[in-house]
């Protein structure tokens, strides 16, 4: 009965709407604006309030003033929860067993002050409950593109265009396809075709599934879409005995990933540019399960490809073994060795920046065996080591494609200046980044890091930053030069 009567009133106040006069149409426009409610809403308040109908229940999400619109100067200020700069996310929960984490990125994307609808696929709901996403996000969860109440209230199309951004955690294989495909037969992928905000995906699923060639083929297509992508990371799947690439990226990571695309837009100093960066270490095999690393983290050239990618670049990055995340709209070549980052590097070209951030393995061992080494008879074996190529000079030496700005960094122990001066010279790139990697400095694998610019022209030392800001610097610094 009481939904009954509630339905009632939002038919009346439709039919009440139509029959408006325009000046009573704007005077409720305001109102409603004003009080961060539809125009449905307010009416059903009106009547219900001269006695007429119950007021038919506001989901949650929607008794509070909304922020983005177009809000009158109300007469007294009311206290609200939301403030003016607040992010509006629509989460899509795909079903996934990744789906549980989802529940944390509510809390994640909350604690970053943005406000979260969520949204879940009938497969979602077999993971987690509605009521626990509603718990989180404070408001109502949308699952059905048939559900009436919901539909008439809100309905799919206020859904996918009341947001900033779309956020599909985890995007399933079969997510992934439809989107890639246009279907619309359900709520999450009707939305995700009417919506015009930009759109993030987290993939998660078996590994086996990501490599898939049709998995494959669809994020291709997705990427050409322009939807943004996070992950998956590599690592143990939470189905027991399963490991590989197809983990859904960390709660934290989509936060931040969706936040970057999100804050107020970079300046685009970079636009139309083509940046290709190399990052991390490289293992050289000494025979199947046996390799030569050395302790980069990758996050420097990972910053500077975020950085540039935000500017507006269009970014390759190479990258060697890292246990990091794609960033997102990066186009990210995995490698292991110098000589397939080598390779790598030149499939890339041309370029008009390239920047060589990677901790190449100066040597590799001369013969790999197809077997693992033994112990046994002939006692310790001896590793017989060749110079591997190096990828900066090589660059930097060539005469067609060269980019305009090669750049290198110096990971020097000592006497930092002096031998990034001697590194520029003999490697003919433009400019060094040295930096003082000592354990003491804290540098190879830490988050800071001080920088002596070198170029032909003389040193410029930057004050000690994070590993972002350095990129952020750098990025300026070479839109100065260039543009
Ligand atoms: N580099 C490269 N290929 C290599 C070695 C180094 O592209 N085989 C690049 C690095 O990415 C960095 C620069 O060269 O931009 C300097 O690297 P660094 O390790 O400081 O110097 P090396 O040339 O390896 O010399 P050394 O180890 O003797 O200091």
Redesign the pocket.
């Known amino acids: 009965m009481k939904a009954l009567l509630a339905n009632t009133a939002k038919a009346m106040a439709t039919l009440t709407i139509r029959n408006l006069r325009d000046d009573l149409k704007k005077q409720i426009q305001v109102r409603a604006a004003r009080n961060g409610r539809s125009m449905e809403e307010e009416i059903r308040l009106i009547l219900a309030g001269a006695g007429d109908l119950p007021a038919a229940p506001i989901p949650p999400d929607r008794a509070t003033p909304r922020q983005n619109m177009p809000v009158a100067a109300p007469e007294t200020p009311k206290p609200s929860p939301h403030n003016a700069a607040q992010h509006r996310i629509l989460l899509i929960i795909g079903g996934g067993i990744a789906a549980y984490k989802s529940l944390d990125l509510i809390r994640r994307l909350k604690e970053r002050g943005a406000s979260v609808r969520v949204v879940m696929t009938d497969a979602a709901q077999e993971f987690v409950t509605p009521l626990a996403a509603g718990a989180l996000s404070g408001g109502h969860v949308y699952t059905d593109l048939f559900d009436t109440v919901a539909e008439f209230d809100i309905g799919h199309i206020r859904l996918a265009r009341e947001t900033d951004l779309i956020v599909v955690a985890p995007a399933t294989a079969d997510l992934m396809a439809k989107m890639a495909n246009g279907h619309g037969d359900d709520l999450a992928s009707t939305i995700l075709l009417a919506t015009t905000a930009p759109v993030l995906i987290a993939p998660a699923m078996n590994p086996q599934m990501w490599s898939h060639p049709a998995t494959q083929r669809n994020l291709a297509r997705l990427r050409g879409d322009g939807i943004q992508t996070i992950g998956p990371n590599d690592g143990e799947m939470a189905e027991s005995g399963e490991a590989g690439t197809g983990r859904m990226a960390e709660p934290l990571e989509i936060a931040q990933a969706a936040l970057a695309l999100l804050s107020p837009a970079t300046p685009q100093l970079l636009k139309g540019k083509t940046l290709l960066i ?1 990052a991390g270490p ?1 293992h050289e095999p000494i025979d199947p399960v046996r390799y030569i690393a050395n302790r980069s983290s990758g996050k420097q050239g990972y910053a500077i490809a975020r950085a540039a990618a935000a500017a507006g670049a269009n970014v390759t990055l190479v990258s060697g073994p890292v246990d990091l995340s794609d960033p997102a709209g990066v186009n990210v070549v995995r490698v292991e060795s ?1 000589r397939e ?2 390779a790598a ?1 030149e499939q890339a070209l041309p370029a008009d920046v390239a ?8 040597w590799r061992v001369a013969s790999t065996g197809g077997q693992k080494i033994k112990k046994g008879a002939s006692g310790t074996p001896e590793l017989s080591l060749v ?9 930097a030496h060539r005469t067609k494609a060269r980019p305009s700005l090669v ?6 122990t000592e006497k930092v200046i002096e ?2 001066k001697a ?1 520029l010279a ?2 003919k ?1 433009d400019w ?3 930096n003082d ?1 000592s354990e003491e400095s804290g540098v190879m694998g830490g988050d800071r890091n001080t920088i002596h610019l070198v170029t032909k022209a003389g040193v410029e030392d930057w004050p000690e930053q994070s590993k972002n800001d350095v990129a952020h610097t750098l990025i300026a610094r070479i839109a100065k030069e260039i543009t």
């Open positions: 190399t490289t110098a980052m080598l590097v920047i060589f951030a990677a901790a190449v393995a100066d110079e591997n190529p190096d990828i900066l000079s090589t660059v750049i290198g960094f110096a990971a020097e031998h990034a590194k003999k490697k790139c060094i980044l040295a990697v």
